[in-house]
């Protein structure tokens, strides 16, 4: 598996992001073959998207004035990640641990990296569609069969660090399931399945940085995935209540987030 990365010029709400990433992968004498894979952060399908939101245009709660005094947090932070989180688990400070779209992440997913002063980045409204929208457009322009992954950081229990997450994927199946194989000595595997999208999501992030790196955009080539037209999004996801993690959080207090 080979990844290249692609730098971009700074990207703007309203802009044309396929254009965008296209001229910069020929800028950069590269050219998108067949059965490649586009992985885009999250937070320059958001910027296209108009996913961003002014600090000083909310008025927060009381509960998120309670939440923010209590995990070190700016009110008008908390109170957006009320609205974007379907519960709150919790805390540590700078961070709330949320229930965002099925997904276990920190401040579901609002941001204020790499974006302009006093405002913050959400996640795209569907990042399946966007994912969907961004590969029928690629084949529109260039003829090209390939997979896109909308990716995003996240972290992981007891473990110090941010790796990558997809959050919508099209064009290749994300999850291979070995349940039901043999393994080397002909043991039953029962339950494990191969989170691949993610996995590959964590390889770009490793080249895009978390920082200034202005690389919003990886080349993904000869990844073993298999290519399909039609994804269901829901295999990478978990019932919260067959979650090993959530399910025991479950059982704690949570707080809805509205």
């Not at 971009?8 to 001229?23: A, F, H, M, Q, S």
């Not at 540590?92 to 997904?103: C, I, M, Y």
């Not at 990558?164 to 994927?169: D, T, Y």
Request: with cysteine.
């Amino acid at each position: 598996m080979q990844l290249f990365k692609v730098s971009t010029k700074l990207i703007k709400p309203g802009d044309n992001l396929v254009k965008i990433i296209l001229e910069a992968i020929e800028k950069q004498k590269l050219a998108i073959e067949d059965g490649d894979l586009l992985a885009i952060t999250s937070k320059v399908v958001a910027t296209v998207e108009r996913r961003l939101k002014k600090l000083s245009s909310v008025k927060p709660s009381e509960k998120a004035k309670k939440l923010a005094k209590q995990y070190d947090l700016e009110p008008s932070f908390v109170e957006i990640v009320l609205q974007e989180s379907k519960l709150i688990y919790g805390g540590v400070s700078k961070a709330l641990l949320t229930l965002k779209d099925n997904v276990l992440t920190a401040n579901a997913g609002v941001d204020h990296k790499n974006v302009p002063k006093g405002y913050v980045a959400l996640w795209p409204e569907n990042p399946q569609k966007s994912a969907e929208k961004i590969r029928k457009e690629i084949l529109e322009r260039t003829g090209k069969q390939v997979g896109v992954l909308i990716i995003d950081s996240r972290v992981t229990p007891l473990r110090m660090g941010t790796t990558g997450l997809a959050l919508g994927i099209a064009g290749f199946e994300p999850v291979r399931d070995y349940r039901f194989d043999k393994d080397l000595y002909n043991n039953s595997i029962y339950i494990t399945r191969h989170a691949v999208a993610d996995d590959i999501a964590s390889a770009a992030h490793l080249l895009m940085g978390e920082s200034s790196e202005q690389t919003p955009v990886i080349l993904v080539r000869n990844a073993p995935v298999k290519l399909c037209g039609k994804v269901n999004s829901k295999s990478m996801l978990i019932p919260t209540k067959e979650c090993l993690f959530t399910k025991l959080i479950l059982q704690k207090s949570v707080t809805k987030s509205r």
